[in-house]
């Protein structure tokens, strides 16, 4: 079963995904969070895999993942509170986001197994470069019917972005514009808009998601004119900061961008 | 002469260790990189400006210094190659000076850096400021502390000092904190990396650069002993890029025994130490794939060291697999074992050395060097800008 095709298939357009760091703002969270986010609405859910050094990440994300660390967050936690995952919530697709070096001391085929076995659809490691994914991993990710997401941003060369659409079957990962996730738009007028025109244009055989500064109705609405749906990460973990009942906080949040 | 241990693989490798791990983001910059940095440097124009600019403005070739009193006191020949001279007190602007060509020839018009002890980024202040390039250095909070000199430094020269509020605050967080910014500023902005770390070609690049260093090395120990190689060559590391350039034209002659000094902070076992060829495994940080300090779960730990430039988790990935293949030998030191060895170079030779280079110096008993042994240490740098921190453990060296 691919419940990533199915999700774009049933749904065509504004899927919204959700991003929140597993661990926080609590260590039992994680599973309440999956429930209530579906619930209310959200078709896609990444779960991110706390790392001391997120690069490709802003403050919000980074402090979120830092609380989720001292909360004692780390991979073999994540994946026992997945366990039976399956049966609360058998349709919305999970990734599973995080950076290589944990997942290298995991194990690469001890971290596909584990994802498998708890019903994971597919994984977003924006440090692993393409050619070692290819080299090293695709023939295992595909053994344990993983589903890697790719990043594509408006410096990537349409020659690249076809081989990143050839060598995933998911979704591609647009990111919005220069900068780390929960940044502001800064960008001129247009600029943006062009850049996900010419993607548009390329006619890629897999839908895209937009991420990277979308936090509200507003820019969720946006960015769904350019592609199938949008990624929403530091938003809602800013939505989990200092509440006591992260699943409703998170409801309401989802509640907010889809309605 | 190309070998395994002075050029890397076409796509950055020394052994297992190297590698560009860096998200999409940075891929169109890192990759313009990778396919010119050599054409640049090889271009006989870019060498012309570079090997000016490397006699006129930083004042190469630097001395190799005749210790005649130190080599008493350790019962061999001792060497000193006198970095400390440089212009800006360092060997970091052998580095900064080839990088902003670089930059220069690749478009660029802004230039990041990171910095621990601020030797880097005053390198970095200094040539922007002599090409009128804008400049921002990342630096952890608490390096800004122990550091202020060349905090004030670096502002002087016109650059701005954003402090890194994240982790340890320190270099590992600056240098998070810099790569973010290229991140957010992909066209315009080159990142000159202080050391041999990053992702390829950063460590072959930056490697190159320093090369000049043992290039030296080899024409005046000529001169001064009757042949090129001496039996020793000693240079502390934290990324390693004092020492990549003192061990460069060494690295495929065997008899020369390469020696790399670690921080040991507190002690290896200490829980508060630097020593990342002891304390390490194979792991990734900052785009590489080297010896990385980190706990079970591949989370970055953080180092430690009185010496803000070798307060990093990691290596760079030739130390790495100089470590790996034993090309060379490791040598932890601790704190006070610096702090001696500031005390001692200074008053035995009128030269005070930066906390980085007092951790070489302080190996020296360690060698098992004998009589006529020679002996090189790289005098990675001076100690000005250390004074405040010599002053607080007066008591160790005095």
Request: proline content about 5%.
């Amino acid at each position: 079963m691919n419940r990533i095709k199915n999700a774009f298939d049933k749904k065509q357009k504004g899927l919204l995904n959700v991003y929140f760091t597993a661990g926080y703002p609590s260590l039992h969270d994680t599973v309440p969070l999956i429930k209530s986010l579906t619930q209310a609405g959200a078709d896609l859910i990444e779960i991110g895999m706390p790392f001391s050094d997120p690069l490709a990440d802003g403050p919000v994300i980074q402090a979120s993942s830092t609380a989720a660390l001292q909360n004692g967050m780390n991979m073999r936690v994540l994946f026992r509170q997945l366990e039976g995952i399956r049966n609360e919530v058998p349709e919305t697709p999970i990734l599973l986001m995080g950076y290589l070096n944990p997942v290298m001391q995991f194990g690469v085929e001890n971290f596909c197994r584990e994802a498998a076995e708890a019903g994971v659809d597919g994984v977003i490691l924006p440090d692993l470069p393409l050619d070692d994914y290819v080299a090293e991993y695709q023939e295992m990710f595909r053994r344990y019917n993983l589903r890697p997401v790719f990043l594509i941003t408006p410096q990537t060369a349409p020659e690249r972005i076809r081989r990143i659409d050839e060598l995933t079957d998911s979704f591609l990962y647009l990111v919005s514009g220069p900068g780390t996730t929960g940044g502001a738009n800064t960008q001129a007028e247009g600029v943006q808009e062009a850049y996900f025109e010419r993607i548009e244009a390329m006619n890629l055989r897999n839908p895209r998601l937009i991420g990277f500064g979308i936090g509200d109705k507003a820019s969720f609405q946006r960015a769904c004119e350019y592609a199938e749906g949008a990624i929403i990460g530091s938003a809602l973990i800013r939505a989990l900061e200092g509440t006591d009942d992260a699943p409703a906080a998170a409801a309401r949040f989802v509640s907010s961008v889809l309605n | 002469m190309n070998t395994i241990y002075q050029q890397p693989t076409e796509r950055g490798y020394y052994g297992q260790f190297g590698g560009a791990f860096i998200p999409e983001m940075l891929y169109p910059n890192v990759e313009e990189l990778r396919q010119q940095y050599l054409d640049i440097l090889a271009d006989p124009a870019f060498q012309q400006e570079y090997q000016q600019l490397l006699r006129d403005y930083v004042g190469r070739p630097t001395p190799l210094f005749e210790a005649k009193r130190l080599s008493e006191r350790y019962n061999t020949r001792v060497y000193l190659k006198r970095e400390d001279l440089c212009h800006t007190g360092a060997h970091k602007v052998n580095n900064t000076v080839g990088q902003i060509l670089l930059a220069k020839r690749l478009g660029k018009t802004r230039i990041i850096a990171e910095t621990g002890a601020g030797q880097h980024g005053v390198a970095t202040a200094t040539v922007c400021a002599l090409m009128g390039m804008q400049c921002i250095v990342y630096m952890g909070e608490i390096d800004m502390e122990r550091q202020k000199p060349n905090v004030y430094r670096m502002r002087l020269l016109g650059a701005e000092v954003r402090a890194a509020l994240s982790g340890s605050r320190t270099l590992k967080d600056a240098t998070n904190e810099a790569i973010r910014d290229w991140i957010s500023n992909p066209v315009d902005t080159h990142y000159i990396i202080g050391s041999v770390v990053g992702p390829h070609p950063y460590p072959d690049l930056v490697a190159r650069l320093q090369a000049v260093i043992s290039e030296e090395m080899r024409k005046q120990l000529l001169e001064k002993t009757g042949s090129e190689l001496p039996d020793y060559v000693v240079a502390c590391v934290g990324g390693g890029s004092n020492a990549a350039g003192a061990f460069y034209h060494f690295l495929e002659e065997p008899s020369v025994k390469l020696v790399a000094v670690e921080a040991a902070g507190h002690g290896v076992n200490s829980g508060h130490s630097a020593a990342t060829s002891v304390l390490g495994k194979p792991g990734i940080i900052h785009g590489s794939r080297t010896l990385l300090m980190q706990d079970e779960d591949g989370q970055i730990t953080e180092p430690y060291s009185i010496s803000a430039g070798l307060d990093y988790p990691g290596i760079g990935p030739l130390h790495a697999f100089l470590a790996d293949s034993k090309r060379a030998r490791f040598i932890s030191i601790e704190d006070e074992d610096a702090l001696r060895a500031v005390a001692e170079l200074s008053r035995l030779e009128g030269i005070i050395p930066a906390l980085e280079t007092a951790h070489a110096l302080a190996a020296l008993g360690q060698l098992g060097a004998g009589p006529d042994d020679v002996v090189v240490v790289n005098l990675s740098g001076r100690g000005d800008k250390d004074l405040e921190t010599y002053l607080k453990y007066a008591d160790t060296i005095l």
